[in-house]
């Protein structure tokens, strides 16, 4: 420092600044990770350096980068689950800036009281990164395509998924409030129908698959009209179980759709086939046939 007034005033080399850090933000209002798929390489700001008069630098700006609910982040190269966003509003430093370094004020002692050298800051942590969506639902819908999933969600629910006669016409899963009495409600999921070998990636793959293991009870949705009822249920529980074992132990609900087609005798003949240690009912969502049972009994599983 040297001034009119001070012409020896010793070192007033200030701290800098430390880079800028990478944030992950949960937000509630979204749903997807799409507004991400562009937004691939993310670099802070760096901090600014330090200045006489023991001026600290500004520090990096940081970057918020903002997820739905139930956002898994993790190491690219590692593949190792490095953070969690379950709440609206969570913040986690997801990479760190560098630290600023120590300017030459910080290293004056009586025996050297004019330093020349000051400390550099610290690089800021570089990596690839991968985000990973794994939707936060009550209930799962699980059933072959054209199972009547997405009917059966627009019926209960305020959400309007794509319906058509045709294979996969769910491409994304869909969630949907489902109101239920005094005022009370639950979440439940429409996931992209499997198929048999949906565990090796035959159809959409296993890319849907992920979702099931937020749900707390799944709800199997299996045709009136099917070929085999048990065989179509045996199959959707391979697939789950290739995928993962402990999707097992879940809480399981199997619904007979479009049972409005249906005399009680067929259904007593379905009844028979089905696994007698997993409630079962048969419901319609053309003719709203069983749905308050339906909403009770997914309400008791979620509650018991």
């Given at each position: 420092?040297?001034?009119?007034?001070?012409?020896?005033?010793?070192?007033?080399?200030?701290?800098?600044?430390?880079?800028?850090?990478?944030?992950?933000?949960?937000?509630?209002?979204?749903?997807?990770?799409?507004?991400?798929?562009?937004?691939?390489?993310?670099?802070?700001?760096?901090?600014?350096?330090?200045?006489?008069?023991n001026c600290t630098g500004r520090d990096g700006n940081d970057i918020i980068i903002e997820v739905p609910l139930g956002t898994i982040a993790r190491d690219e190269e590692t593949g190792e689950e490095e953070v969690e966003i379950l709440e609206d509003g969570q913040e986690v430093v997801w990479l760190r800036g560098g630290r600023g370094g120590l300017g030459n004020s910080n290293f004056a002692t009586p025996t050297n009281q004019a330093p020349d050298h000051a400390q550099p800051g610290e690089e800021g942590v570089e990596g690839w990164?991968?985000?990973?969506?794994?939707?936060?639902?009550?209930?799962?819908?699980?059933?072959?395509?054209?199972?009547?999933?997405?009917?059966?969600?627009?019926?209960?629910?305020?959400?309007?998924?794509?319906?058509?006669?045709?294979?996969?016409?769910?491409?994304?899963?869909?969630?949907?409030?489902?109101?239920?009495?005094?005022?009370r409600s639950f979440c439940i999921a429409d996931l992209p129908?499997?198929?048999?070998?949906?565990a090796e990636g035959k159809g959409l793959g296993h890319r849907f698959l992920r979702h099931i293991e937020r749900n707390s009870a799944l709800l199997f949705l299996i045709p009136a009209d099917s070929a085999d009822h048990r065989k179509e249920f045996e199959i959707l529980l391979s697939e789950l179980e290739?995928?993962?074992e402990e999707l097992l132990q879940k809480d399981f609900l199997i619904a007979i759709s479009k049972s409005d087609m249906l005399d009680d005798e067929l259904k007593q003949a379905i009844a028979a086939e089905l696994p007698q240690e997993i409630p079962h009912l048969f419901i319609s969502s053309v003719s709203n046939q069983g749905l308050i049972t339906l909403k009770d009994e997914l309400w008791k599983i979620l509650n018991k």
């Open positions: 420092m040297r001034n009119k007034l001070t012409a020896m005033g010793g070192p007033d080399g200030g701290d800098g600044g430390r880079g800028g850090h990478i944030i992950l933000r949960g937000n509630a209002q979204l749903w997807t990770l799409l507004h991400l798929r562009y937004y691939k390489n993310v670099l802070a700001e760096n901090g600014e350096g330090g200045s006489k008069n990164k991968t985000l990973e969506l794994k939707v936060l639902a009550d209930v799962g819908l699980v059933g072959f395509p054209n199972a009547g999933k997405s009917t059966l969600l627009s019926v209960i629910t305020a959400a309007r998924p794509k319906i058509a006669d045709y294979a996969f016409t769910t491409l994304t899963p869909q969630l949907g409030m489902v109101e239920y009495r005094e005022g129908g499997i198929i048999e070998g949906a290739q995928y993962n």
